[in-house]
């Protein structure tokens, strides 16, 4: 049901690993005028802390309900959507329409995971100032798993989430992105090169159009193309004849080892889980390995329940448990819709306890980088992923301590703001002069 972001999903399945697909865990509708189910003392902690980091910065009237949990403007539902797409890489909605999608459906904490990239954030960030949501920068990254025993190479999607103020090296993460995409250019070239040569002409202006200035195209795009060309009859016929995995149309780009993606996002300051494990052929090999390499978490649930094997593996190897609709925006019943997917309070709240001491170490290592260098393009980089509710009567940034006061308050708790080496680092941004030119220490 949507919205029911906080009540936890039935767990009375008990999954049979040979048969992923068949071991859903699926959420039983409840009965008008039934009796709710009370949150225990565990879930009632961990909402309170989830609620707390949501709604960071911002002075929210409360109201307290009959179990004694405090619930934010009439009792609405704190619901988290991890997995989603803009008009950036292969979805059909702008970042700005996206957030808007988002705000229709209740969610209250968005993470734009596009394709490669990261540049719908700040249209997303401005857009979700209007309506109150949090976003957590992110980027679904594409990769190749080549297994060192036997069996044939397989793409692996790592979800990475980064904290509000983005990656701790930025630089470094660009050009590793910019290189994905660059292959994505010549994989959609190769597949339609396959196209034609089995008699399915097409060309690529017409997928390039699709995918927009400057927009990298994927497979998404070549199958809009195949069905506005009259080819197949939809997205899903187009799939299943040429586009799947291994098949007739299908290519691959320049994609970089699985382990070395999830490695690099550990080093810039991300929390690194494995997209819709579902879809791999040889699921725990690749999480063993990735495990290994650093990852944090797995996608187990879905807008039709819990995958019970995926969160066995997510037990066995320590990973958190997440999950996401992965929404496009092609309408129709072809897709989740956002934020349709029920994430436990309990889920939520691991992961947060996972990302929260990774995000402020790459909050505090971009600010020292800007103390040792506070010039305006170092400031540029914070505020891109940075930015704020500017509310009225605020003034400019005028100080590193401006940027402290406006901008800490949303990014960290209390607890984290008042950490010793931050508060170092806070004594030198108040020295720190903000001006219409570079930024200027004053003597």
């Known amino acids: 049901m949507m919205g029911d972001g906080f009540f936890l999903p039935s ?6 690993k040979d048969s992923p697909k068949k071991t859903i865990t699926t959420k039983k509708k409840k009965k008008r005028g039934g009796t709710k189910k009370k949150m225990t003392i565990e879930q009632t902690s961990a909402y309170k802390s989830v609620r707390e980091w949501v709604f960071l910065g911002q002075s929210v009237a409360v109201l307290d309900d009959d179990f004694g949990v405090q619930w934010s403007r009439g009792k609405e539902k704190l619901v988290f959507e991890l997995h989603s797409h803009s008009t950036c890489s292969d979805g059909f909605l702008s970042p700005t329409k996206l957030v808007e999608r988002a705000h229709q459906n209740g969610v209250k904490v968005l993470s734009l995971t596009d394709h490669d990239t990261m540049s719908g954030i700040p249209e997303a960030l401005e857009a979700a100032r209007r309506f109150g949501i949090k976003i957590i920068p992110g980027v679904e990254i594409s990769t190749i798993f080549s297994p060192r025993e036997s069996g044939s190479e397989e793409p692996v999607h790592i979800l990475a989430y980064y904290s509000s103020c983005g990656p701790a ?3 470094e993460l660009e050009k590793f992105l910019a290189d994905i995409r660059d292959g994505r250019f010549l994989r959609a070239k190769n597949m339609i090169s396959k196209l034609n040569k089995l008699k399915l002409p097409l060309k690529w202006e017409h ?11 994927g497979r998404l795009h070549v199958a809009r193309a195949l069905v506005e060309a009259g080819h197949v009859e939809n997205l899903k016929q187009a799939f299943a004849r040429y586009l799947y995995d291994g098949g007739p149309a299908y290519s691959t780009g320049s994609e970089p080892a699985a382990e070395k993606t999830v490695q690099l996002i550990c080093e810039t300051g991300g929390v690194a889980v494995l997209a819709h494990p579902w879809a791999l052929k040889n699921p725990v090999a690749i999480i063993r390995k990735l495990k290994e390499a650093g990852l944090h978490g797995i996608e187990v649930y879905r807008s039709d329940g819990k995958l019970a094997v995926y969160s066995d593996l997510a037990d066995a190897y320590d990973l958190v448990k997440l999950g996401g609709s992965d929404y496009h925006g092609r309408g129709g019943n072809s897709e989740s819709d956002m934020g349709s997917v029920s994430l436990p309070v309990l889920a939520v709240h691991e992961f947060l306890k996972v990302a929260q001491p990774i995000w402020f170490s790459a909050i505090r290592h971009i600010l020292e980088n800007y103390v040792k260098d506070p010039s305006d393009s170092k400031l540029e980089l914070i505020l ?5 509710r500017v509310s009225k009567g605020v003034p400019p940034l005028n100080s590193g301590n401006d940027l402290v ?10 607890e984290e703001r008042q950490n010793a080496e931050l508060e170092a680092i806070k004594l030198k941004l108040f020295q720190i002069s903000i001006g219409q030119g570079d930024t200027q220490i004053p003597k």
């Open 384 to 388: 891109k992923f940075g930015k704020t």
């Open 207 to 217: 997928v390039a159009r699709i995918a927009g200035k400057d927009v990298a195209p």
């Open 405 to 414: 006061n406006q901008c800490l308050s949303s990014w960290l708790t209390i």
């Open 11 to 16: 767990t009375n399945g008990s999954g049979n």
């Open 169 to 171: 090296r930025c630089e």
